[in-house]
């Protein structure tokens, strides 16, 4: 069947391949829709290639040296520690990125999914154009699911280059900087500083707000503050970052802090101060879809744009920047095109991970937001210091705490910062997203010994019935 010039192949199509695409896609395919997938770039999109995956990579590879360095406290003397960073970035590159990535690519085939590559233009709300390098195809479809996530801010006076550098380009670097400034200070930043820290760099954090990391509570945060000052990470608050100069292989990175101008010099300048959505230049004025600020596009309760047969998910709507907020909005979107009313989002349980030393993870209401929101609460905090298998890895730094409603205990959020935080907070997602209790999680029998323990000690601190403190 044609129309026109265009071809009626596809039930739906999904711009973008990322967490948020490639799980919309494939759920889609899974409830009957014939489903194509378009990508300009690589399959995984940023997360995969270019953000979360290599970033941990990075990290992991970080701790071993740091971890081989400093085993003496463990009476392991490895004597003298050294960092082939090619072979790093090479076991970082094909090992982790590539087996990931040909990985989707297979579950895509998989589920009959075809993989369109070009860019993707809307021509208007039915019909779009994928452009190629030397030539354009047009397609018709009934829905269409925009996935097409972020990229870095660049601001003035910090064009990317050589020797400023964003994200991608940091985590591609095939050397150890001697010394790094970072701009910005949140998660991407305070967690590419911390793996370049592990592996000896002189690293100084330019922050703009009051703390790094600043979505996240203060007692939480000052923990990676200390672990930073041990590793010799200056970390300067209140600044404002002026202009980065490049003479030869060092660059001077200007900033103010209380009206004052100062330098430091490094082998490289990483910009971290923010992502903005890729929605320009596809011609979503061309379908009627509106825009917020920012670029971002405004969705209902299931991802649909203004416009009934448009959706968009992840970095592309607003919210917060996460790899599985993307994940869930795309099956949500997936299941209202194929006729479920009933799947909405629903964000009260969406938990936040930052990949620092140690983890932090929060899900759900701090002690702080749950009072503003007119809740009765307490919070119940328990320490990774009282716990065996804490002990046992030399990580005792942090804690687990709940908060919960004095009348009935319902769990209504949780921070963790410590080892492993980011699986910790899962239990207590599970916890919030399902409205249970301290008593339900006081009642689970936990393994020992187990970082999960804390949870269940906290439970029961919060029953005021605690065994271990």
Known sequence: MVVGDFAVELDTVVIGSGPGGYVAAIRAAQLGQKVAIIERDAIGGTCLNVGCIPSKALINAGHVYHNAKH????????????????????WKDEEVVGK????????????????????????????????????????????????????????????????????????????????????????????LAGAFANFGTKVTILEGSPQIIPTFEKDMVSLVETDFKKKQ???????????????????????????????????????TVGRRPNTDDMGLEQAGVKLAERGLIEVDNQGRTNVDNIFAIGDAVPGAALAHKASYEGKVAAQAISGDNSAVVDYVAMPAVCFTDPELASVGHTLASAKEAGL???????????????????????????????????????????????????????????????????LTIHSHPSLSEVTMDASELALGMPIHI
């Open 71 to 90: 085993g003496d406290f463990f009476g392991i003397n490895a004597g003298e520690i050294t960092v082939d960073f090619k072979r790093t970035q090479q």
């Open 100 to 191: 990931l990535t040909g990985g989707v690519a297979m579950l895509l085939k998989k589920n009959k999914v075809d993989i369109i590559r070009g860019e993707a233009f809307f021509v208007d709300d039915h019909h779009l154009r994928v452009i190629h390098e030397d030539s354009a195809e047009s397609y018709a479809f009934k829905h269409a699911i925009i996935a097409t996530g972020s990229r870095p801010i660049q601001i003035p006076g910090f064009e990317f280059s050589k020797r400023v550098l964003d994200s991608t380009g940091a985590l591609a670097l095939t050397e150890i900087p001697k010394d790094l400034v970072v701009i910005g200070g949140g998660y991407i930043g305070s967690e």
């Open 233 to 271: 990470v200056d970390i300067i608050t209140n600044a404002m970052a002026k202009e980065a100069v490049t003479e030869g292989d060092r660059v001077t990175v200007k900033y103010e802090v209380g009206g004052k101008v100062h330098s430091v010099e490094a082998d490289y300048c990483l910009v």
């Open 376 to 442: 009765d609460v307490q919070a119940s905090k328990f320490p990774f210091g009282a716990n065996g298998r804490a002990l046992s890895l030399n990580a005792t730094n942090g804690f687990v705490r709940l908060i919960t409603t004095k009348a009935g205990n319902i769990l209504v959020g949780a921070q963790v910062a410590g080892p492993n935080a980011s699986d910790v907070i899962s239990e207590l997602t599970l916890a919030v997203e399902s409205g249970m209790n301290a008593e339900d999680i006081a």
